[in-house]
């Protein structure tokens, strides 16, 4: 059976429980992306505050995380092409993680702006990523209101940002928003089964199984 054939007949097939996972799998990620990339006004506030940064490296550690993103989305969309959404996802999540990580233990301002550009190549490709996986799986009658529904768990990363670093950082000090991303990304690592595993696809149905298993190579169990 073509391809054309078979993503036509998944896209009349209802929204399943695999559906839901795949949104929840991929969400866990989008919602981290948007967690931090919304932490940099409280991270930028208290190393200024203390003199760990000046304005002038504040501003550039701003611009090397957009820069990043627009490097990492670059990338993503070709590797993705070239070796499968699975590989992009579970990569950008490990550059992500690694880079996170290490921000939290950053002994100077240069060495953050460094991580940050990293951490904003993993930040772009999870948009791509994520949105290719959700216009690739989901039924076309059905995909503008999940696609919307995803936009909402990124965009609720601002307040959950701002929240907790109202609560936690007097206390503990701006290295323990990176620590909550790096932690956010383990689990959602975790979550999908540990970096480069080879899953075997579950459809929703029998004949779909059979018939797509290379077109559903992108989503997890």
Not at 22 to 34: R, S
Not at 37 to 42: F, G, L, V
Not at 124 to 129: L, M
Request: with cysteine; proline share 4%; net charge positive.
């Amino acid at each position: 059976m073509s391809a054309i054939s078979v993503g036509a007949r998944l896209d009349r097939l209802p929204v399943t429980r695999l559906h839901r996972k795949v949104f929840n799998l991929v969400g866990v990620g989008m919602f981290f992306e948007g967690f931090d990339i919304y932490i940099a006004a409280s991270v930028l506030g208290a190393t200024y505050k203390t003199g760990f940064s000046t304005l002038a490296q504040s501003g550039l550690f701003i611009s090397m995380t957009f820069v990043g993103m627009t490097l990492g989305a670059l990338l993503t969309g070709f590797l993705g092409d070239r070796y499968g959404r699975r590989f992009t996802y579970q990569l950008n999540l490990i550059v992500f993680g690694a880079a996170a990580l290490a921000s939290a233990v950053a002994p100077d301002m240069t060495t953050l702006i460094v991580l940050r550009f990293l951490m904003g190549l993993g930040l772009g490709a999870e948009v791509v990523v994520g949105y290719s996986i959700m216009a690739e799986f989901f039924p076309a009658r059905i995909r503008g209101r999940w696609s919307g529904m995803m936009c909402t768990v990124v965009t609720a990363g601002l307040p959950v940002s701002a929240f907790l670093a109202w609560l936690l950082v007097p206390t503990f000090g701006w290295r323990v928003m990176f620590l909550l991303g790096a932690l956010g990304d383990h689990t959602d690592l975790h979550a999908r089964g540990g970096p480069f595993r080879r899953i075997r696809p579950r459809t929703v149905s029998d004949s779909v199984a059979a018939q797509g298993r290379r077109h559903l190579q992108c989503c997890w169990p």
